[in-house]
């Protein structure tokens, strides 16, 4: 009996360094967005493939872009009835016969103007960002999933499309807090083939769903098939 005990205590220290993950890319990105607007433009052509420097959601901006122009203007018109402005208080200071009155009166003017120099350079950087935000593109990335089309209106928070990093792969594997010490420093088999891999990350809190273990992430270079079941061992 002392012997099946032993024996089963063995195979069970044995079989705890054997996992088994699916190979999935390194990052996954859910792209939502960030303002609303009409899709006047969806890449269905890319995807399923890999991005090259590509467009592949664009929102209407139109609007957006004859205010900017608009707002512009403003400002460049602001900042001239500024110099003018500030040109008169300057000359009204040295005035003797003008009024402390009149001259505080000239001062706000300045400094009204400048207050709506403040404002239109604000809105000249939300009408900016939003319609940067309205032009998404992707430098090389897997374009998973597409999930508006042309036509369609989007508001913010609503998802765009899914995108992920094929530079590396990712192995998540889930190891009893009571072994994460044992396979620290031992060799990774990746089905049953000694690799030159390390562990890349250990997470030191217990994950939510399995509550006894740590999880562990292992960074694959040059991944040639992703999605795949992988057997990982740690001797």
Same mark, same amino acid.
């Given at each position: 009996?002392?012997?099946?005990?032993?024996?089963?205590?063995?195979?069970?220290?044995?079989?705890?360094?054997?996992?088994?993950?699916?190979?999935?890319?390194?990052?996954?990105?859910?792209?939502?967005?960030?303002?609303?607007?009409?899709?006047?433009?969806?890449?269905?052509?890319?995807?399923?493939?890999?991005?090259?420097?590509?467009?592949?959601?664009?929102?209407?901006?139109?609007?957006?872009?004859?205010?900017?122009?608009?707002?512009?203007?403003?400002?460049?018109?602001?900042?001239?009835?500024?110099?003018?402005?500030?040109?008169?208080?300057?000359?009204?200071?040295?005035?003797?016969?003008?009024?402390?009155?009149?001259?505080?009166?000239?001062?706000?003017?300045?400094?009204?103007?400048?207050?709506?120099?403040?404002?239109?350079?604000?809105?000249?950087?939300?009408?900016?960002? +939003? !319609? /940067? *935000? $309205? =032009?998404?593109?992707?430098? &090389?990335?897997?374009?998973?999933?597409?999930?508006? #089309?042309?036509? %369609?209106?989007?508001?913010?928070?609503?998802?765009?499309?899914?995108?992920?990093?094929?530079?590396?792969?990712?192995?998540?594997?889930?190891?009893?807090?009571?072994?994460?010490? +044992? !396979? /620290? *420093? $031992? =060799?990774?088999?990746?089905? &049953?083939?000694?690799?030159?891999?390390?562990?890349? #990350?250990?997470? %030191?809190?217990?994950?939510?769903?399995?509550?006894?273990?740590?999880?562990?992430?292992?960074?694959?270079?040059?991944?040639?098939?992703?999605?795949?079941?992988?057997?990982?061992?740690?001797?």
């Amino acid at each position: 009996m002392k012997y099946i005990i032993l024996l089963l205590i063995s195979i069970n220290f044995m079989f705890a360094s054997v996992f088994y993950s699916k190979l999935e890319p390194v990052n996954s990105y859910k792209i939502k967005a960030a303002v609303s607007g009409k899709v006047i433009f969806s890449n269905e052509s890319v995807e399923g493939k890999r991005a090259n420097n590509s467009l592949i959601i664009k929102l209407d901006s139109y609007v957006d872009e004859v205010d900017l122009k608009q707002t512009q203007n403003k400002l460049n018109a602001i900042q001239s009835m500024i110099d003018i402005e500030n040109n008169n208080y300057k000359r009204m200071k040295k005035v003797s016969s003008k009024s402390d009155f009149e001259k505080d009166t000239q001062k706000l003017k300045v400094i009204n103007l400048k207050t709506s120099k403040a404002d239109a350079l604000i809105k000249i950087a939300n009408l900016k960002d +939003s !319609i /940067k *935000n $309205k =032009k998404l593109m992707e430098k &090389d990335n897997y374009i998973y999933n597409i999930n508006v #089309k042309k036509g %369609d209106y989007v508001t913010p928070g609503t998802l765009l499309y899914e995108s992920k990093d094929l530079s590396q792969g990712k192995l998540t594997i889930f190891v009893p807090i009571a072994d994460i010490n +044992s !396979i /620290k *420093n $031992k =060799k990774i088999y990746l089905d &049953d083939k000694k690799s030159n891999l390390k562990i890349t #990350k250990i997470y %030191d809190v217990a994950d939510s769903e399995h509550i006894s273990s740590y999880k562990v992430e292992i960074y694959v270079p040059k991944v040639k098939k992703f999605s795949r079941l992988v057997k990982i061992e740690f001797k």
